[in-house]
């Protein structure tokens, strides 16, 4: 009893490598967080000014980069920090709010790509019903619904996992507050908690993924069904940013948390864990920015009026 009220800290492992690797790590992460936070206000800046994006999937599009930077901003600081440091820990109370946070935001995540694939496949399959369907009350219902759901379904675990004893050692075998080693840590008997968030992990990726199947399955119909070449063209070029992202996470993810507890490896959760962390989050704006025609007039109109409107100071 005496341990159990004395730990105030865990200690975060990380990546056990050599010092100067480390110091490479912290460079290479700082300018992949830097452009992920930069790509995602760009997105955010232009879907806000431009008159042509004012629809639902830039509305979407949108609400998806405002929980990017939350959600990139719980990890990579703490990860960063770290990787400096000698101690590389965190507190008993910053450990639950990162977890909670974490899997929330990423819950989110994939509720709200299964809306923009709905999204998309309204788009297609029904555009002359597209503005009526998708109005702007259903879209905000959409967003709210996707909030909500992830909410219930990461609170009880959470709520229940700050109740926990842990007795030592504090030594996370992690770069964050993830929720299997943390447990793996408690003095108590977490048999319920791991069943509640495979339970949760479950539920969000099949549902989700069901739907997007489900989605992208009549998006491919009606294209193939479109006479020209240049319609399908356009088309899919619509759906395969979003098509691209939507495999790069789940496979990553399913293969993270929905695998049988003998198969795992510390190092490789690492990976993967960086991976959806960190290397998905940066492609995002720049699959959905670079790859979409509409962004990319949006975003050279708005450079020309913003250099347009700088005075050029003439020399004496």
Same mark, same amino acid.
């Given at each position: 009893?005496?341990?159990?009220?004395?730990?105030?800290?865990?200690?975060?492992?990380?990546?056990?490598?050599?010092?100067?690797?480390?110091?490479?790590?912290?460079?290479?992460?700082?300018?992949?967080?830097?452009?992920?936070?930069?790509?995602?206000?760009?997105?955010?800046?232009?879907?806000?000014?431009?008159?042509?994006?004012?629809?639902?999937?830039?509305?979407?599009?949108?609400?998806?980069?405002?929980?990017?930077?939350?959600?990139?901003?719980?990890?990579?600081?703490?990860?960063?920090?770290?990787?400096?440091?000698?101690?590389?820990?965190?507190?008993?109370?910053?450990?639950?709010?990162?977890?909670?946070?974490?899997?929330?935001?990423?819950?989110?995540?994939?509720?709200?790509?299964?809306?923009?694939?709905?999204?998309?496949?309204?788009?297609?399959?029904?555009?002359?019903?597209?503005?009526?369907?998708?109005?702007?009350?259903?879209?905000?219902?959409?967003?709210?619904?996707?909030?909500?759901?992830?909410?219930?379904?990461?609170?009880?675990?959470?709520?229940?996992?700050?109740?926990?004893?842990?007795?030592?050692?504090?030594?996370?075998?992690?770069?964050?507050?993830?929720?299997?080693?943390?447990?793996?840590?408690?003095?108590?008997?977490?048999?319920?908690?791991?069943?509640?968030?495979? #339970?949760?992990? +479950?539920?969000? *990726? &099949?549902? %989700? /993924?069901? @739907?997007? =199947?489900?989605?992208?399955?009549?998006?491919?119909?009606?294209?193939?069904?479109?006479?020209?070449?240049?319609?399908?063209?356009?088309?899919?070029?619509?759906?395969?940013?979003?098509?691209?992202?939507?495999?790069?996470?789940?496979?990553?993810?399913?293969?993270?948390?929905?695998?049988?507890?003998?198969?795992?490896?510390?190092? #490789?959760?690492? +990976?993967?864990? *960086? &991976?959806? %962390? /960190?290397? @998905?989050? =940066?492609?995002?704006?720049?699959?959905?920015?670079?790859?979409?025609?509409?962004?990319?007039?949006?975003?050279?109109?708005?450079?020309?009026?913003?250099?347009?409107?700088?005075?050029?100071?003439?020399?004496?």
């Amino acid at each position: 009893m005496e341990n159990q009220t004395e730990m105030t800290e865990f200690i975060l492992l990380g990546f056990v490598v050599e010092r100067w690797l480390e110091i490479l790590l912290f460079v290479a992460i700082l300018l992949t967080y830097f452009l992920i936070l930069l790509g995602n206000i760009v997105i955010i800046f232009i879907t806000l000014v431009d008159t042509h994006l004012k629809t639902p999937m830039y509305f979407f599009l949108r609400n998806y980069s405002l929980m990017e930077i939350p959600f990139t901003f719980v990890v990579i600081p703490k990860m960063l920090s770290n990787l400096l440091a000698e101690r590389k820990t965190i507190s008993l109370p910053g450990c639950f709010i990162q977890a909670f946070f974490f899997f929330f935001l990423g819950t989110n995540g994939f509720f709200y790509l299964s809306v923009m694939s709905f999204d998309r496949y309204v788009a297609v399959c029904n555009p002359l019903r597209y503005a009526t369907i998708m109005n702007t009350r259903v879209c905000f219902q959409l967003l709210m619904g996707s909030w909500g759901v992830s909410f219930l379904l990461v609170l009880p675990p959470s709520v229940m996992t700050t109740k926990l004893k842990f007795c030592g050692p504090n030594i996370i075998n992690h770069f964050f507050c993830d929720t299997s080693p943390l447990l793996q840590l408690s003095c108590q008997d977490t048999r319920l908690i791991e069943v509640m968030t495979l #339970f949760a992990a +479950v539920f969000t *990726l &099949l549902s %989700t /993924l069901a @739907i997007n =199947i489900a989605s992208y399955l009549r998006i491919i119909g009606t294209i193939l069904r479109i006479p020209s070449a240049a319609g399908r063209k356009n088309a899919f070029s619509t759906c395969s940013a979003h098509l691209t992202v939507v495999s790069v996470l789940y496979g990553s993810c399913i293969g993270r948390y929905i695998r049988p507890p003998e198969n795992r490896g510390e190092e #490789f959760d690492k +990976v993967l864990a *960086l &991976l959806y %962390t /960190l290397g @998905i989050q =940066i492609f995002n704006p720049f699959i959905y920015t670079l790859r979409n025609k509409q962004v990319k007039e949006a975003l050279m109109k708005t450079f020309k009026r913003v250099s347009f409107r700088i005075p050029i100071r003439k020399g004496v």
